[in-house]
């Protein structure tokens, strides 16, 4: 007997006979299965597989006494070594669980068994975190599936959206309190999968500020394996983003199973491994300064995680993020919008402008063809430095004579739109904002605030602050013609802790904060549609699917020399698409790096993604702006391609001197090809550069040489690099089918 939502559409079955629930996208299948009636177990996920006409859905054997039997009429399995959907503590399974909660007398034990489920046709939102949302016509369904303890009625619901043509599953939880008395959630992730084996690499995106996103790839062993954020951002350390890829998978071929967490605070991936062999992944908030106290009917959401399995490789499960976040995540008057060639004058003046610096800036910028002007840090107080006036949203007038409104209205007569910069977040202990309310930051009465340049920040877990802020940033956007806000976000949390908050509560404080502040973002993006917003956590700190939600496009990196800007870029996109990727060209020698490299290079990678410049335009050259501006021209013809094609990476930066990667349009009639070489290597031939993803039979012409090659040609005996003297090089190719 089958349950299904409509005749015609049929992406989630209940198939009671086999006990099991199948749900289908395009390419895929992931089968849950129900043991015993009441057991929900991880079945399958993977290739498309149109029937599961097995009986042997759930493998399970009884090992010996210390896999103990958790059902004293029937000793043939324990939990220990079952494949679980949602792993819970106290009833034989010993790995790491996927909840954790405490109940009124002290017992911490859980038992989650299946108690009902339901389908619906559409998307299941998230009640006040970001989520993936449906438009009319997509084919997405969503499985809520009820577990509950017997003995402590607690309702956990795991909810799967199935997007059949994104090849897309999320998945988030429930927590709901059904008893009489409180119940602690210490841990509640958003999901958890059990795999048969280990047979896996994971694959994870460290680094630091300035080194953003560098791919690390290693073999699951025995033991755990945790990538985590307590920084109380997502951070530039570790990205909520993991894969697990089949050891033969690269970047063309192979399976990989893609998971990205859509939260910007601290979370927490485990990847477990049993004395079974049998792999556990769970990825959610971080339980290590969490903890939620649910009292009587109350409901706990998780954040939403994003899934992604493919079989064409890392590219392909890339390919599979891209569409969607582009599609499905963000959202706005931006979202297909060619974004704008920005200017910004950080790396240009630091806080060392006036109003004149400021126009010089915009009137070369205007002149070379750029269309934004974005005014960064150094507006507003007595902000002259980093040590000041975070908080003080008021334009200085000894810098700024004409004030925002003044300095917006003469930026627009260039030609160009105006965007400004802010970090709403914090506070500095040098202005107003603190001294009025020096009780407003995050900190530990008694305890000394441990600063972060220079900086403290604002205590959003609390209503009235959040409001503040919604307030004097309404007000500022309200002032002036803004159509581009830059948001900032300067350092780590320390002192987590609350004084709105009763000592009980104090863990529930990080997250607080978070709700906090995608309330107020997601208040001032409907307040303020036209505003084209920017994330930026000291460049790439929250580079993250949550941000995406309410920006379209993110600071990369602060770093912006462009050697390292390869290994940052191709990272990034492996789970985020290059239209959210901010990427500029700046000055030599570069100011993280000191390195010394062409502004055709430093073009050519900026130009992969969303371009700007970011340095004093007064101080080039006439070649330099000559080269500039033809960099603009070329940028703005290719833009809608280079923004919304598909990106695949060829060559990585990780595993030599040579970066590769394209562009090409959905229906392969166009694409760029971006090849970069890091060092000369002396007395070399020239090699050929085998590229993929098009159409073998099709006749592409470069539309600058006019060379005509087939695709077949193109794909399997591949492209002739020319010889190009010196370090730094890059040679960029547009590619357009012949008609
Ligand atoms: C960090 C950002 O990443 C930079 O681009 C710049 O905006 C500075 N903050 C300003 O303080």
């Not at 759930?58 to 070594?81: A, C, G, Q, R």
């Not at 260039?414 to 500095?428: D, H, R």
């Not at 403290?456 to 503040?468: G, K």
């Not at 996109?573 to 993280?592: E, F, K, R």
Request: glycine fraction near 8%; aromatic fraction near 12%.
């Amino acid at each position: 007997m089958e349950e299904q939502l409509r005749g015609d559409y049929m992406s989630i079955k209940f198939i009671e006979d086999k006990g099991c629930f199948h749900l289908k996208t395009k390419n895929t299948s992931y089968i849950i299965g129900l043991f015993k009636g009441k057991y929900l177990v991880h079945g399958y996920w993977g290739g498309k597989i149109n029937d599961p006409n097995t009986d042997e859905m759930v493998i399970y054997e009884d090992f010996n006494s210390f896999s103990p039997n958790p059902d004293i009429e029937d000793k043939t399995y324990s939990l220990d070594t079952l494949n679980q959907e949602y792993g819970f503590y106290g009833k034989s399974d010993y790995r790491n669980p996927a909840i954790e909660v405490e109940y009124e007398n002290g017992s911490r034990i859980t038992e989650l068994y299946y108690e009902s489920h339901s389908i619906v046709g559409k998307k299941v939102g998230l009640r006040a975190l970001p989520s993936a949302y449906a438009v009319e016509g997509d084919r997405v369904s969503t499985l809520r599936i009820d577990l509950r303890d017997p003995v402590e009625s607690l309702l956990v619901s795991l909810y799967y959206c199935v997007y059949e043509d994104y090849d897309i599953i999320t998945r988030f939880v429930e927590v709901k309190n059904k008893s009489c008395g409180k119940i602690k959630l210490n841990n509640v992730s958003s999901l958890c999968m059990d795999f048969e084996e280990n047979e896996f690499e994971f694959i994870q995106l460290v680094g630091s500020w300035v080194r953003e996103r560098e791919i690390v790839r290693q073999p699951v062993g025995r033991g755990t394996h945790i990538i985590e954020s307590k920084r109380g951002a997502s951070s530039h350390h570790k990205n909520p983003f993991v894969a697990l890829a089949r050891r033969n998978t690269d970047e063309f071929q192979g399976q990989v199973y893609g998971f990205n967490l859509l939260y910007s605070g601290s979370f927490r991936s485990l990847i477990e491994v049993n004395a079974y062999n049998q792999m556990r992944f769970t990825m959610g908030l971080n339980p290590f300064n969490f903890s939620w106290n649910l009292f009587p009917g109350e409901v706990f959401e998780s954040p939403e995680v994003v899934m992604a399995y493919s079989q064409e490789g890392l590219n392909g499960m890339s390919r599979l993020l891209h569409s969607f976040y582009k599609e499905r995540l963000i959202r706005g008057e931006y979202k297909d919008r060619e974004r704008p060639i920005l200017m910004n004058n950080w790396e240009a003046t630091y806080f060392d402008f006036d109003e004149e610096k400021i126009i010089s800036l915009a009137k070369e910028g205007a002149d070379l063809g750029i269309e934004l002007f974005v005014l960064d840090d150094g507006w507003f107080g007595k902000r002259n430095s980093d040590k000041a006036s975070l908080g003080d949203w008021i334009v200085n007038r000894e810098k700024l004579s004409s004030g925002i409104e003044g300095l917006a209205h003469r930026i627009n007569s260039l030609g160009m739109k105006f965007g400004i910069w802010v970090e709403p977040e914090m506070v500095s202990p040098d202005s107003d904002l603190y001294r009025s309310h020096p009780d407003w930051c995050i900190h530990v009465p008694n305890r000394t605030k441990s600063e972060g340049r220079n900086q403290l920040i604002l205590d959003l877990s609390r209503r009235e602050i959040c409001n503040y802020i919604l307030e004097k940033l309404t007000n500022l956007f309200e002032s002036a013609n803004i159509e581009y806000v830059k948001w900032d976000m300067n350092r780590s949390m320390t002192d987590v802790y609350s004084i709105g908050l009763s000592s009980e509560d104090q863990r529930q404080m990080e997250h607080r904060y978070y709700l906090g502040l995608y309330g107020i973002l997601e208040e001032l993006t409907k307040r303020f549609p036209r505003i084209l917003f920017e994330s930026c956590c000291g460049g790439g700190g929250r580079f993250d699917p949550a941000m995406l939600f309410y920006m379209p496009q993110t600071w990369t990196s602060d770093n912006t020399d462009a050697i390292s800007r390869l290994s940052i870029q191709y990272g990034t996109s492996l789970a985020y698409p290059q239209a959210a990727m901010g990427a500029h060209v700046s000055i030599i020698p570069n100011h993280q790096t000191g390195r010394v490299t062409d502004l055709k290079i430093r073009g050519d990678v900026a130009m992969s993604a969303n371009f700007g410049y970011e340095l004093d335009l007064t101080k080039l050259s006439q070649g330099e702006k000559e080269e500039i501006r033809e960099q603009i021209r070329w940028y703005k013809a290719n833009r809608k391609l280079i923004q919304y094609g598909e990106f695949y990476r060829l060559k990585s930066p990780f595993h030599g001197n040579e970066t590769a990667w394209m562009i090409t349009d959905r229906d392969k009639t166009e694409f760029i090809l971006y090849y970069y070489r890091v060092l000369k290597t002396p007395n070399m031939p020239r090699r050929r550069l085998r590229l993929k993803y098009l159409d073998s039979g099709r006749e592409y012409i470069d539309t600058y040489t006019k060379r005509k090659y087939y695709g077949d040609v193109l794909m399997n005996l591949g492209i002739v690099i020319p010889h190009f003297p010196g370090d730094f090089k890059s040679h960029v190719i547009h590619f357009k089918a012949k008609e």
